[in-house]
């Protein structure tokens, strides 16, 4: 059974900087995606940023415009574990933000608050 565990979330000042990490655990091989939603008070979840694993092509990393420049995915494929590294926070990046993988089926996180205070 698949399952995803996050950690990296917190209080910061805008401007300031969090790194999120999402390690996924079961049996998992083959192309799959993995990445972060996020959803803020009111508003519909949304995409920040994913990338394909496990292929031997190279996939290009897909980013939100509103986090394009600032926010940064990577992998570390010996630990199965996605980052999602946020500098020059804003207010507006205040949410939940969710792990998601993509592997036969969707699998979630348990989300991590992300605040950041002005």
């Known amino acids: 059974q698949v399952q995803l565990v996050e950690s990296g979330g917190g209080l910061v000042q805008a401007g300031g900087s969090l790194r999120l990490s999402c390690a996924a655990s079961?049996?998992?091989?083959?192309?799959?995606?993995m990445g972060w939603y996020r959803q803020a008070p009111g508003k519909q979840r949304e995409l920040v940023a994913s990338?394909?694993?496990?292929?031997?092509?190279?996939?290009?990393?897909s980013v939100a415009d509103s986090v394009k420049g600032r926010f940064t995915i990577s992998r570390d494929n010996a630990k199965n574990t996605v980052y999602l590294q946020m500098n020059s926070l804003k207010p507006e990046d205040t949410a939940v933000y969710y792990c998601?993988?993509?592997?036969?089926?969707?699998?979630w996180g348990q989300g991590t608050q992300v605040t950041v205070s002005s």
């Open positions: 079961g049996s998992i091989s083959g192309i799959h995606v």
């Open positions: 990338m394909v694993l496990g292929s031997t092509t190279n996939y290009a990393d």
């Open positions: 998601y993988l993509r592997y036969h089926g969707d699998y």
